[in-house]
Structure formats: C-alpha cells, structure tokens
T-cell receptor
Framework: DGGITQSPKYLFRKEGQNVTLSCEQNLNHDAMYWYRQDPGQGLRLIYYSQIVNDFQKGDIAEGYSVSREKKESFPLTVTSAQKNPTAFYLC????????????FGEGSWLTVV | AQSVAQPEDQVNVAEGNPLTVKCTYSVSGNPYLFWYVQYPNRGLQFLLKYITGDNLVKGSYGFEAEFNKSQTSFHLKKPSALVSDSALYFCAVRDMITPGTYKYIFGTGTRLKVLA
C-alpha cells in the first residue's frame, strides 16, 4: 500500500541525547514536511523540503535538524539543544504542485525521561 | 501572511443532529482550504478541500464544507452526526512561499464530541 511510514511510534529520550525520527514515503511525492503537535497549539512547522538535497527551516526549527538524501526519506533529528522536545511529531508529504493535498503519517511520540 | 482560525475549542452535538465546525481564513489571493480529522494517537486524515469552483465541497464520511468568500469562512458540516465522528478537526490553508514552493498552515483544532 502507498503511504507515509513513521518510526518508531513511541520513543523515549534521556536528557542530552540526540534522537532521530524516521519518515519514509512511497507515494513518489516531491515535498516533505515535519510538524510538531502540542495540545491546544495545533500543528507547527519544523522543516520542509521541496526536492532532494534541499530543505528549509519552518517556524520552530531551533533544536532540530533534517536531511533529504533520497526522495522518499526525510528523517528528523531532535538534538539536545531542543529544550522541550516532548510532543507528537507528524511527517507529511505532497506532490508539490499547485492545489495538492498534504498527506500525513501516523505520527511519533517523543518523551523526555 | 496566510492564517486560519478555529474559534471553538470544542463542539458538542447530539447524535443524529446536524453539526458545524467553524473555520475562518485570512489570505491574499485565492485561498486553497482543507479540512482534516485526527483520531487519538493517529495522523491527520484528509476530509475535503476547496480549490476553485462550486462553493459547496463534498468529502469523505458524509462531510461537506461551504466556502464563503464574503465572510472568509470555510465551515465543515454534516447533516446527521454519528458518535464515531467524535475526533479532533483541523482547518488548513496552503501558503505559497515562492512559486512552486508551498507550506500548509493549520488551525488550533476543534474537538467534536457527539453524544449518544
């Protein structure tokens, strides 16, 4: 089945650790996005990428990093510089041309312990 | 900058009654508007979108939305609510950063509770 796969579903991070969330899509979509969801705040954009080897910061990029080495993959690293990383993280993708729908993965929960 | 607002944190409706979840937008140019639904611990599922054309858009699971340009609104509706419709609903707008490059801006969400 075509879709967006995020892993792991649940992840625990110790203080000072970097962790990486995986996002893979087999929809042949050009653009990929990472959002963070906190209760009552909706979705906030962390990073996005329109093409391979290119990505841009979103509204809350500090403490996060990404790479886009392959069209189908867009991993997100939550670094130790992110002071409040506990949240639900959502990866999404679109075909990239005008008017297209953005589709989401099932999300990953990150908790700092 | 483009934005959407969902003025209600929660909407309660009795099963079988019509439901409305409100969304207003602020955009320059023609808006590209979307509705999504989220169940607990899940990703967002696409319901419907307005790009152009008929102001009444029909989507998945019996939902529809009415685009109203004069009121800058895009309210989500369903004629008869089901208990299984209880979820978190998001309105979104597409924002052009540069030609061919877009990001999507989401409202804060409205929790719909359908009471049996």
């Amino acid at each position: 089945d075509g879709g967006i796969t995020q892993s792991p579903k649940y992840l625990f991070r110790k203080e000072g650790q970097n962790v990486t969330l995986s996002c893979e899509q087999n929809l042949n979509h050009d653009a990929m996005y990472w959002y963070r969801q906190d209760p009552g705040q909706g979705l906030r954009l962390i990073y996005y990428s329109q093409i391979v080897n290119d990505f841009q910061k979103g509204d809350i990029a500090e403490g996060y990093s990404v790479s886009r080495e392959k069209k189908e993959s867009f991993p997100l690293t939550v670094t130790s510089a992110q002071k409040n990383p506990t949240a639900f993280y959502l990866c999404a993708s679109t075909k990239g041309h005008s008017g297209n729908t953005i589709y989401f993965g099932e999300g990953s929960w990150l908790t700092v312990v | 900058a483009q934005s959407v607002a969902q003025p209600e944190d929660q909407v309660n409706v009795a099963e079988g009654n019509p439901l409305t979840v409100k969304c207003t937008y602020s955009v320059s140019g023609n808006p590209y508007l979307f509705w999504y639904v989220q169940y607990p611990n899940r990703g967002l599922q696409f319901l419907l979108k307005y790009i152009t054309g008929d102001n009444l858009v029909k989507g998945s699971y019996g939902f529809e939305a009415e685009f109203n340009k004069s009121q800058t609104s895009f309210h989500l509706k369903k004629p008869s609510a089901l208990v299984s419709d209880s979820a978190l609903y998001f309105c979104a707008v597409r924002d052009m950063i540069t030609p061919g490059t877009y990001k999507y801006i989401f409202g804060t969400g409205t929790r719909l509770k359908v009471l049996a």
